[in-house]
């Protein structure tokens, strides 16, 4: 099973509110990754996640907050956003922070109105 | 610093043309990974292979080769006969230990359409 599961598929929020993005995988990968893309561009790296410790923040604003309370579980939880935080989040997973393949997600649309 | 370049933008063939969707990188490590990614219009990135620096063997995968040339930093994907369910965004993307803790470093993207 190579699958890694988002919720919600789709999300919109107003810049006051507070919401939590999830991501799944039940391949026992230890490393898992926060990306936000925006349309036509590559994906963008927003924090790594190794053996549940946070390993990489790529000086994201504080209004993102991730969290992976075990080994298959990542979220990121959102506050305050700004509509040009509008993008596709996508999750990914990795059998460790290193050379490996990832494994993405179907992502998240978020729109910030 | 790693650099990952696909100039073409975005590519139109008809269905059962080959095409070939061009790669270069850039990189100061003697050790380093390619990986090509398929992003089809419902989101989701797939990979599709990953080949270290050290082997050059062309890899063949159904329709599917990969050619990788060191002495022109080139990683090229060619897609033989294609098919409309080819139709995605593809990224070429890097990763190394130069100071990245192996992060990928991803091109720009190749949109290719394919038509019936």
């Known amino acids: 099973d190579t699958e890694v599961t988002q919720t919600p598929k789709h999300l919109v929020m107003g810049m006051t509110n507070k919401k939590s993005l999830k991501c799944e995988q039940h391949?026992?990968?230890?490393?898992m990754y926060w990306y936000k893309q925006k349309a036509k561009k590559p994906p963008e790296l927003m924090f790594v996640?190794?053996?549940?410790?946070?390993?990489i923040n790529e000086s994201v604003p504080s209004r993102f907050s991730p969290e992976c309370p075990n080994s298959s579980l990542l979220n990121l939880h959102l506050h305050a956003l700004q509509p040009e935080d509008s993008a596709l989040y996508l999750c990914?997973?990795?059998?460790?922070?290193?050379?490996?393949?990832?494994?993405f997600g179907p992502g998240t649309r978020l729109t910030v109105t | 610093a790693q650099k990952v370049t696909q100039a073409q933008t975005e590519i139109s063939v008809v269905e059962k043309e080959d095409v070939t969707l061009d790669c270069v990188y850039e990189?100061?490590?003697?050790?380093?990974?390619l990986f090509w990614y398929k992003q089809p219009p419902s989101g989701e990135l797939v990979f599709l292979i990953r080949?270290?620096?050290?082997?050059?063997q062309n890899e063949i995968s159904g329709r599917y080769s990969w050619n990788f040339q060191k002495s022109t930093s080139s990683f090229n994907f060619t897609i033989t006969a294609s098919q409309v369910v080819d139709s995605a965004v593809y990224f070429c993307?890097?990763?190394?230990?130069?100071?990245?803790?192996?992060?990928?470093?991803f091109g720009k993207g190749t949109l290719l359409t394919v038509n019936p």
């Open positions: 993307a890097l990763s190394d230990d130069g100071g990245s803790n192996y992060k990928l470093t």
């Open positions: 990914a997973s990795s059998p460790g922070q290193g050379p490996y393949e990832q494994y």
């Open positions: 996640y190794s053996y549940e410790k946070l390993s």
């Open positions: 990189t100061r490590d003697t050790t380093y990974y």
């Open positions: 391949m026992g990968h230890r490393a």
């Open positions: 080949r270290n620096s050290f082997d050059e």
